[in-house]
């Protein structure tokens, strides 16, 4: 038992200061959840030399825990970089890699099909600090090229690209931002490490060629719950890491560890349910498209779709765990006929009995959300057809059911 302390504190005090400590060896399938503000230092020179920068030490539950630092190494492994930083949700760490990479003077590069708020972080906040913004064509490397400017000092990926699905030439993307010394940064939340490598585009372990920064919503497929909202910033360079580090911590951007403990449960799963959700949508973007409504099936794993042969360079060629080539997410879009009014399709979408009306995707629920694409883009859209954009996230029901229910509601609003 413990030594006999003189004097005794009260029972009182004890409930603060007991000095039992669990001594016996504790080992389970989930990593213990460590969770602090203050952390203690055992004396004053410990205080003032202690550092938490190379993750040698605790020093502030700001700067993270045992907890954080394991999620942490994990989504470091499963993008296949070597350092990370957790945010808050997916658009924090959009944010921090603009606020760390830029400064006033300089201009970014989007693809023009990014995820929206990325547009609106970059147009609102970089510009009021001097930052200026620019679009490219998502599918088009030489328009890329023409909008690169001397001063163009970070480069944005997304692929598939937000709600039309192009997928770019990600390869050449990457190689012209190398040959202008441009970092480049990747939106990941699609691929969500699993898709392909963004560190090593070539697939060879060479990492030759690869994006400086992946920024992934864990929002998603690590999550997988919809329920709880992270985000993850991975690089490779220590010193582009060190950049984004300081400025993560400027910020003030550290996560809940209760959060943090939800998606260390879901993420050994997390593949499991990724090519579950990438199956069914596979299986019901191909019904869609035989649809008299449908006029476009905007799905990057299905020929015809803009921008799949990028997709099948860059995500195809295995085969996966369901029998179809590469990996896809669990994500679609298609185009209603323009003949049908907007009313029909808002009728569409709220006669869906398995499908939620959200924002959001990687959840159990399917998920469904009618968008007004020509508001959200700033160049000509060059790969759409007209008519209006319903996006489709798939959740993990079943098939049958979701393929069932689109056919009712299909009938319903369209006849
Ligand atoms: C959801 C999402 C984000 C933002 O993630 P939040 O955690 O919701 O802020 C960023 N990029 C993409 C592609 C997303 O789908």
Not at 284 to 291: P, S
Not at 319 to 346: K, M, N
Request: aromatic share 8%; proline share 7%.
């Amino acid at each position: 038992m413990t030594e006999p302390r003189t004097p005794a504190p009260s029972a009182l005090t004890d409930l603060i200061h007991h000095p039992y400590e669990p001594t016996a060896p504790f080992s389970a399938p989930q990593p213990g959840v460590f969770k602090a503000s203050s952390i203690f230092f055992p004396n004053v020179q410990a205080m003032r030399s202690w550092d938490w920068k190379d993750k040698s030490a605790f020093t502030y539950g700001l700067h993270g825990t045992p907890t954080a630092y394991i999620l942490e190494e994990r989504i470091a492994a499963l993008e296949g970089g070597k350092h990370c930083l957790l945010v808050t949700s997916g658009l924090a760490a959009i944010s921090v890699v603009g606020l760390a990479m830029l400064r006033a003077g300089d201009h970014v590069l989007l693809p023009d099909n990014v995820y929206g708020p990325s547009k609106g972080f970059a147009e609102s906040e970089l510009a009021r600090y001097g930052v200026s913004v620019g679009y490219y064509q998502p599918l088009s490397v030489e328009h890329c090229a023409s909008q690169i400017q001397p001063n163009t000092r970070l480069v944005w990926l997304e692929a598939a690209g937000s709600v039309s699905m192009e997928f770019p030439d990600l390869r050449a993307l990457v190689q012209l931002c190398k040959e202008k010394a441009i970092p480049t940064a990747i939106d990941n939340t699609w691929g969500a490490g699993l898709a392909f490598n963004v560190f090593d585009l070539d697939g060879d372990g060479s990492h030759r060629l690869g994006v400086d920064i992946s920024a992934h919503a864990l929002t998603k497929y690590p999550s997988g719950g919809g329920d709880v909202l992270m985000g993850a910033i991975t690089s490779r360079d220590p010193a582009i890491h060190r950049r984004l580090q300081a400025t993560h911590m400027h910020m003030g951007f550290g996560v809940g560890v209760n959060d943090v403990e939800t998606i260390l449960r879901s993420l050994p799963s997390m593949s499991l349910r990724y090519y579950a959700h990438d199956a069914a949508a596979r299986q019901l973007a191909g019904f869609m498209a035989q649809q008299a409504a449908v006029v476009q099936v905007l799905h990057p794993a299905l020929a015809g779709s803009p921008g799949h042969a990028h997709w099948k360079a860059q995500c195809g060629g295995k085969t996966g765990p369901h029998g179809l080539e590469g990996a896809a997410a669990g994500l679609f879009s298609v185009v209603i006929d323009p003949r049908y009014t907007q009313s029909q399709i808002d009728l569409f979408c709220e006669s869906l009995r398995w499908f939620k009306l959200a924002y959001s995707w990687g959840g159990p629920i399917s998920l469904v959300v009618p968008y007004r694409i020509g508001s959200m883009r700033s160049l000509p859209e060059e790969s759409l057809k007209p008519g209006t954009v319903v996006r489709f996230s798939i959740g993990l029901e079943d098939v049958a059911d979701l393929q069932a229910d689109l056919a009712q509601a299909l009938q319903k609003a369209f006849g």
